[in-house]
């Protein structure tokens, strides 16, 4: 084994130019091949992504049917608020202004956040052509209060239903309320589900761990 020591990585789990492991010797010879392929489950799932299927992964970018998607009268679209359909522009050259201990505070007058300033025209516009009973909004937020304001403001502005929009303690819980909202379209295909979200993160978990769809706001630059 002292000559072959990384024999178990290289063919066993078939990654000839495994990048991403700086393993001792006693190390990688002694570890059983199921704690190894937990080890490396990820590692082995991007390096098979990006050293096996460069030209497959480009071929898909360039024809990518998102915002055809995202246009679909049978489409369900699922908004995150913040960022999504509030603009953040709280500070006069910030993003955001207030500590933490205001938020409720500012969430309850009404007058700072989600106020119609915080509108997106564009996404307004877009909104105006769907049928708003096949519009979601799925939001994380720290107490009911800021929950009850985001409520209000897509209700008011976007014309949401207010019993179409949840909130959520934390973002890694959104998937699970898409999961609910699905059961109420027991025939629609899992892919005419998206999630719009500007959080990479949160896109991901949902990609990874569903057939749902997953949309950046940036998709509506130029939609």
């Not at 049917?65 to 960022?83: A, P």
């Not at 119609?116 to 025209?121: A, G, Q, R």
Request: hydrophobic share 35%.
């Amino acid at each position: 084994m002292e000559k072959d020591k990384y024999k178990i990585i290289h063919d066993e789990l078939g990654i000839k130019n495994c990048k991403s492991y700086d393993l001792q010797v006693s190390y990688a010879t002694t570890i059983s091949m199921k704690e190894l392929a937990k080890l490396f489950e990820n590692t082995i799932k991007y390096d098979i992504m990006f050293e096996k299927k460069k030209e497959g992964i480009i071929s898909m970018a360039k024809s990518s049917k998102i915002k055809e998607l995202l246009k679909n009268e049978d489409s369900v679209l699922v908004f995150d608020v913040d960022g999504v359909l509030a603009v953040s522009e709280f500070g006069e050259y910030t993003h955001y202004a207030l500590i933490d201990e205001d938020w409720d505070a500012s969430c309850k007058a009404g007058k700072i956040y989600y106020s119609e300033d915080k509108v997106s025209p564009k996404m307004q516009e877009f909104l105006k052509q769907k049928d708003m009973s096949r519009i979601y909004v799925v939001t994380a937020s720290w107490t009911s209060i800021e929950g009850e304001a985001k409520k209000d403001f897509v209700n008011k502005y976007y014309d949401i239903p207010r019993e179409n929009v949840f909130y959520i303690e934390r973002d890694k819980n959104k998937l699970d309320t898409l999961n609910k909202i699905k059961e109420n379209y027991p025939k629609l295909e899992d892919y005419k589900l998206i999630m719009i979200d500007d959080t990479c993160s949160v896109l991901n978990q949902i990609m990874e761990n569903s057939h749902f769809s997953t949309a950046h706001i940036s998709s509506f630059l130029d939609i």
